[in-house]
Antibody, heavy 120, light 109 residues
Framework: QVLLVESGGGVVQPGGSLRLSCAAS????????LHWVRQAPGKGLEWVGF????????YYADSVKGRFTISRDNSKNMLYLQMNSLRTEDTAVYYC?????????????WGQGTLVTVSS | EIVLTQSPATLSLSPGERATLSCRAS??????LAWYQQKPGQAPRLLIY???NRVTGIPARFSGSGSGTDFTLTISSLEPEDFAVYYC???????????FGGGTKVEIK
């Protein structure tokens, strides 16, 4: 079955950096676009961005553009989110998510999330 | 940028009652709308995609309708496990992206 496991969350100071990872299994990793979605404590869902199946294109929400970078290693079945110039408003649980067959922009499988806290 | 507005913010109902949740888009999105359920401490779960297509394994009491700017998620008869927060989500083909609504909490009355 599809399994997505995020890691790398923690506490970081404003202006700092952090890299999140998402380990995937149970599907042909190199065939699917993958997304990052975040959720601030007690708030709604916010899409962060996604990367195409081959890593050729990446798209981001305006709120993170220029600060966050999504990448993937298809040889290791790993998805990454490099977060730089972090702000307090980036505090959230970060989920990686996978679309179903035949879709790019609907999210059918989600990890359990990893918490990022940006605080001095 | 397309904005999704969900209403009401909170819906207080009893088990067995019918729930009607609304999602309105700021401009037409055809049928590019999905619905998710999220329970406390859990990741969201996809229920409906392309406005009315129920995901395999989702109970038939969940149904979606609408097109253009106005969409509805209906739960025909609430079960205890249905009390949760529901989000709508639209997809944009260019530039590719996703936007979520603010959510509707369905709580026990």
């Amino acid at each position: 079955q599809v399994l997505l496991v995020e890691s790398g969350g923690g506490v970081v100071q404003p202006g700092g950096s952090l890299r999140l990872s998402c380990a995937a299994s149970g599907f042909t990793f190199s065939s699917y676009a993958l997304h990052w979605v975040r959720q601030a404590p007690g708030k709604g869902l916010e899409w962060v961005g996604f990367i195409r199946y081959d890593g050729s294109n990446k798209y981001y929400a305006d709120s993170v553009k220029g600060r966050f970078t999504i990448s993937r290693d298809n040889s290791k079945n790993m998805l990454y989110l490099q977060m730089n110039s972090l702000r307090t408003e980036d505090t959230a649980v970060y989920y990686c998510a996978k679309p179903p067959d035949g879709q790019w922009l609907v999210l059918s499988y989600w990890g359990q999330g990893t918490l990022v806290t940006v605080s001095s | 940028e397309i904005v999704l507005t969900q209403s009401p913010a909170t819906l207080s109902l009893s088990p067995g009652e019918r729930a009607t949740l609304s999602c309105r888009a700021s401009q037409s999105i055809s049928n590019y709308l999905a619905w998710y359920q999220q329970k406390p401490g859990q990741a969201p779960r996809l229920l409906i995609y392309d406005a009315s297509n129920r995901v395999t394994g989702i109970p038939a009491r969940f149904s979606g309708s609408g097109s253009g700017t106005d969409f509805t998620l209906t739960i025909s008869s609430l079960e205890p496990e249905d009390f949760a927060v529901y989000y709508c989500q639209q997809r944009s083909n260019w530039p590719p992206g996703v936007t979520f609504g603010g959510g509707t909490k369905v709580e026990i009355k």
